[in-house]
């Protein structure tokens, strides 16, 4: 599979990576950091806010996640600029319409001098490279002359490439960002969003580890991975069921299981039997009570 190279080339400037650029997130007025926002804000429905501690929110935000309650997570958000996305990427960028955007206008900014991404099945044929570069001077001609001929920017701008690089501003609540990064950190996912996406995703594990970090990025393909699907049925079995009797020989119920997430292989495993419909994995995530 091919991945964005280092470097993307116009038709006369050389255009750096896509740069993808944190602007702005949730901050608690109190002070702390955003997962703690996170968990203040859920905690009010079970009125347990005396509970929070500095070990607790990677735990209870996992606990969270695990159970699918993940309209908590609206509560925080993050703005993202993008530079060095074509057109073509922002196209589909937009469709995702619960984030906001605000995107560099071709009708009053002029695409006399644009530039171009070159997409890298197209760098890997010089026959190929030649015909786009040929393709986008042509338009970079054609898109002159009309201004020229006294026509605006919103009627010349019809001569130009989807290859245009366009900014574009983004924001969105952390749920979302995790539905886009999901939905376009796939291998089904065109490359150029990928990357974009991926960029985007390995801000927000940084900024946000507990909510974050269940999606295992490969930078270098730019493919996201459940954390359930790094363990298979017998070891996730294994793992749980291991926990449980661990409970029971102490008298405590299944479902304080939950307490337990901030362990990686354990919260893998969690998810892996709630999510496989194998027998085993059914029966096991059974066992473990009502985590609702």
Known sequence: MTSLPDRVEAASVL???????LMGYTRPAEGGFVEEHIERAARECYQSQ???SPQSGKRFIRGIIL??????????????RVLGGSRAYTHEQVRHRLLSFSQQSQRYVSEDDFR???PPAIADSAEAREVFV???????KAYKRLKELGLENEDARFVLPNAVESGIVISGNFREWRHVCRTRC???????????CGLVLKSLQELAPAVFGDLMLDEKTWIATHISETVDCAEAQKTVNRELAKLEKKNQPPGRILRRLAD?????????VKRCLCAGCTATFAACGDLK
Not at 15 to 21: I, Q, Y
Not at 67 to 80: D, K, M, P, Q
Not at 134 to 140: H, Q, V, W
């Open 186 to 196: 796939s291998a089904a996912a065109q490359w150029e969003i990928r990357r974009i």
């Open 134 to 140: 040929e393709s986008l001077e042509s338009a970079r």
């Open 15 to 21: 255009l750096s990576e896509p740069e993808v650029s």
């Open 264 to 272: 990686d292989k354990l919260y893998a495993a969690l998810f892996h």
């Open 116 to 118: 171009a991404v070159l």
């Open 50 to 52: 005396a509970r929070m």
């Open 67 to 80: 159970r699918g309650h993940e309209s908590v997570l609206e509560h925080a958000s993050a703005t993202f």
